[in-house]
């Protein structure tokens, strides 16, 4: 099949070849990935280092005056508009974050060092660089995802295309989210670099722990053709025993069953803690391999991968200290015993050994040790709502809302009037829009889901209050607008 195209009647190519992309998954799976002139000598090394880099902006109802008839832009040509305003004046530099990978990737590989990078961009992100013009952003990109001199250094996740978070996103929307990405990315870099995508990066590293939204956002991850996830060190438990990761530098194995006793698993790469932006800013996670030594893992002698992803525009020391630290780390890795790697040629190179996925250490989302203790896999949803209000009045730190970036923040608690539309637009949408099986290459479908999924960002949450609580509930109001109209 011939590649897709990026933009269909203004919006972003984001539904209609599920097959072509389905197909695309598939065959990646059973592709080993190039090995490339800074490949690495697996046997030799000690340990490596990865580092992913999470770029995303969302989608505003800010072009104009008026709220109820503005145009929905991206946050970042808002914030280039109005740089009087707050932090606004740091626009240009942030655009130059999303492009400077374009540069950093062939000017290291000139040199003939060896980098690695993990790039994590929002579906939301893209379009609208895209729809402000930014086109050399693009095309950097471009220059490092389909040019075989350098793509063998870049590994790119996949995302939610609205960075949506999963335990409080409708799952049949999460999983629209995971596919729309897929999508709109083969639409800008094609269906061969679709093909290397097969990891996943859930926005704000939340994962559910509710068992029957986790089987759902696992299940997600599997069918659209993922092989493995980034996951956040104090979001999960050890099966055998309730602790949290004991090695967490080795690959493990994140199964979830829910209340019906059905289970699904995926490969976790885990994220250990810190200060997300600093750690990776000043590349700590190579200084923290040098550190290290191999390790047993089912008989084979393994060098540990530490892994770290962060904002890669937020912040002092990410737009300032990256680059020069990066660019140091890189010189002073390539070709040692501590590398940097990307996460699926790591496990790739796992794999070479004879290292199987169930060889990884069990884990599962956080706090479901306590739950069932108290039921069994197949007693069905109505008895497991029964256990968590039981568990959450006999222990106040129970929470089944899923693991995020900060342990004290809740995806759901104190953001009702935002959920309220949410869930509501959300339901329309699967009423009058799933249901009745409308095809997903009409433009009716396109448009209510462009406008669904724009409703969905995390940072109609994040922020709480105010402003932004505004702008979400307008987009969810014209997501009720246009499925009414187009389908009522």
């Known amino acids: 099949m011939t590649n897709l195209v990026e933009t269909i009647d203004g919006l972003p190519n984001l539904c209609g070849q599920e097959t072509a992309i389905a197909e695309t998954m598939a065959k990646g799976a059973k592709r080993s990935l190039a090995q490339s002139p800074g490949g690495v000598d697996f046997g030799r090394i000690r340990a490596a280092a990865a580092i992913a880099l999470h770029q995303h902006q969302p989608l505003i109802p800010a072009g104009g005056g008026d709220l109820k008839n503005a145009e929905i832009i991206s946050n970042l040509k808002h914030m280039m508009d109005n740089q009087g305003i707050g932090d606004n004046h740091n626009a240009p530099v942030f655009v130059w974050c999303y492009k400077r990978m374009g540069e950093f990737i062939p000017q290291l590989i000139g040199e003939g060092k ?17 729809a402000m013009g930014e086109d050399h952003v693009i095309d950097a990109l471009k220059t490092i995802t389909m040019n075989p001199d350098f793509n063998w250094a870049v590994e790119w996740l996949g995302m939610p295309w ?8 409708p799952v049949q929307d999460y999983r629209l989210h995971v596919q729309a990405f897929q999508h709109h990315f083969a639409a800008i870099f094609g269906l061969e670099a679709l093909e290397r995508v097969r990891g996943f990066s859930p926005s704000e590293m939340a994962l559910p722990n509710h068992p029957d939204v986790a089987y759902e956002f696992v299940k997600t991850l599997v069918d659209c053709g993922y092989q493995w996830v980034l996951v956040q060190e104090h979001s999960i438990e050890q099966v055998d025993n309730g602790w949290h990761p004991q090695r967490p530098h080795l690959p493990h194995r994140l199964v ?20 997300d932006t600093k750690l990776v800013a000043q590349m700590q996670p190579w200084y923290e391999a040098q550190s290290l030594e191999r390790w047993e893992l089912a008989g084979k002698s393994v060098p540990p991968l530490v892994t770290q992803i962060a904002d890669g525009e937020n912040g002092g020391v990410m737009m300032n200290e990256f680059p020069g630290k990066f ?8 070709g040692t015993d501590t590398p940097l790697m990307n996460g699926s040629e790591y496990l790739e190179h796992l794999f070479a050994l004879g290292i199987k996925e ?9 706090h479901q040790g306590k739950l069932w203790s108290q039921m069994q896999p197949g007693d069905g949803p109505e008895k497991l709502a029964k256990v968590i209000e039981e568990l959450k009045q006999a222990d106040h730190q129970f929470h089944m809302d899923g693991g995020s970036w900060t342990d004290d923040l809740s995806w759901v608690k104190g953001y009702e009037n935002v959920l309220g539309p949410m869930e509501e637009a959300s339901a329309l949408f699967n009423e009058q829009v799933l249901k009745a099986g409308i095809a997903t290459d009409d433009p009716r479908y396109r448009n209510a889901l462009y406008h669904l999924m724009a409703s969905q960002t995390s940072c109609y949450r994040y922020w ?25």
């Open 256 to 275: 979830c069953t829910n209340s019906k006793g059905e289970t699904a698993s995926i490969i976790a790469i885990i994220k250990t803690q810190g200060s």
């Open 464 to 488: 709480g209050q105010g402003e932004w609580t505004d702008y979400g509930r307008e987009i969810c109001r014209r997501v009720m607008d246009i499925v009414r109209y187009d389908f009522g």
């Open 114 to 130: 060896s980098p690695r990078v993990m790039l994590e961009y929002s579906g939301t992100l893209l379009h609208g660089l895209r």
């Open 162 to 169: 609205g960075h949506a978070v999963a335990p409080s996103t």
């Open 358 to 366: 169930s060889d990884f250490t069990e884990v599962r989302p956080v």
């Open 327 to 334: 660019m140091e780390a890189v010189r002073g890795a390539s």
